[in-house]
């Protein structure tokens, strides 16, 4: 196991606390675990059931809310043969709690003192969560008219928060001033270790196999590669014949990852976007994201607000609130069946990420505004 710089290939120690590399790139971990079906903690119900995929182990850590294991259920549509993975039900709403997990309890293991973080509310909401879990100082940096349901989040959990003016690259960039503290989640290399657990969950859920496809939207796309990496070491260690087809969906408002997919030049600006968890307009593992979607013969989409709106209403009325960046992900396979991509009998598994409750300031307003009735 090592961390390698993807772009120069530097290699760094195992322990290293570094959060990027010397030449201003990604690092990653090169990590090839090995198992069977067999390794499976059975008597954990928890993401750790699979720690033998993991290089932090459940024995390592000091703060846990035994997070994972989240629901894989059925949603009722004509559409495809359709699930859903519950990540909005993860401790603190999100899918992120799998990523900050790992590495709030490995700069634990590095005594560091105080825990910097930008986002675009769930991550923050994570990292604040986890860091009063084990009484760290936390600062998050947030664009200025986040949604007030993830600032009073964030703030309950007693950590301070900075309202920048300016894009997601904007709060970014005033984060990593305080470089000695900054652990990004879009940055730091264990996060992506913690996300690839969505990969074990559904396999085991879908009794050890793999789902034909699996869709999820990406600004960062740390949930999309979790769910690759995850499956590649399953097919590596033989527990599974094949990889699903990954389909990513963005806001055509802010759609940098479709853009380097179909190979579109970059727009003079990107607009605001009710998808604000994916409003990324330079996201540094955009190139994997696609790598990863064309290794599995799958597809990047974007669609318009309109679409989103319409499918956190569609979504509401089968039982699932959910805030309109993952409702995004829903109007992606709207539009795959309607260009015939999906088929009524196809199977999909779909990442809900983050709770509807998170944004009900927005989902308000987007109900008086355009008369939607649930």
């Not at 790139?25 to 033998?52: A, L, V």
Request: aromatic share 10%; glycine share 6%; proline share 3%.
């Amino acid at each position: 196991m090592s961390l390698v710089c993807d772009n120069c290939h530097k290699i760094y120690k195992e322990d290293n606390i570094q959060w990027r590399c010397s030449c201003g790139s990604y690092i990653s971990y090169k990590y090839s675990p090995s198992f069977t079906k067999e390794d499976i903690i059975s008597n954990r119900f928890n993401m750790w059931r699979y720690d033998f995929a993991y290089p932090l182990k459940y024995g390592e850590l000091t703060v846990t809310y035994n997070e994972g294991l989240t629901p894989l259920v059925n949603v009722p549509t004509t559409k495809c043969r359709l699930r859903a993975k519950l990540d909005n039900l993860m401790p603190t709403s999100s899918f992120k709690d799998r990523g900050t997990v790992m590495v709030v309890n490995s700069l634990i293991k590095h005594n560091v003192q105080k825990i910097t973080e930008d986002s675009s509310g769930n991550a923050g909401a994570s990292v604040a969560a986890y860091c009063a879990l084990a009484n760290i100082q936390s600062e998050i940096y947030v664009p200025k008219g986040t949604s007030i349901g993830k600032l009073a989040q964030i703030q309950a959990y007693g950590a301070l928060i900075h309202e920048i003016e300016g894009n997601r690259e904007d709060v970014a960039a005033a984060a990593q001033k305080d470089s000695e503290s900054y652990a990004g989640h879009n940055w730091h290399p264990l996060f992506i270790q913690g996300t690839k657990s969505l990969a074990y969950e559904i396999w085991e859920q879908n009794n050890f196999e793999s789902p034909k496809n699996i869709i999820s939207v990406a600004g960062n796309g740390s949930a999309i590669l979790g769910i690759y990496y995850g499956f590649k070491e399953l097919l590596d260690n033989r527990q599974i014949s094949n990889i699903p087809r990954l389909f990513v969906v963005q806001a055509k408002n802010c759609n940098p990852i479709y853009r380097e997919f179909f190979n579109i030049g970059d727009p003079l600006s990107f607009s605001n976007t009710i998808a604000e968890g994916i409003a990324l307009s330079s996201p540094n593992k955009g190139s994997q994201v696609v790598a990863a979607v064309r290794n599995t013969a799958g597809q990047v989409l974007d669609v318009s607000e309109e679409e989103i709106i319409s499918a956190v209403k569609e979504l509401a009325t089968k039982g699932f609130y959910v805030e309109p960046t993952s409702a995004a992900a829903y109007a992606g396979i709207c539009q795959l069946v309607n260009e015939g991509t999906f088929q009524i009998d196809d199977d999909v598994v779909m990442m809900i990420s983050g709770d509807g409750l998170k944004a009900s300031s927005t989902i308000s307003k987007m109900i008086n505004e355009t008369n939607i009735n649930f």
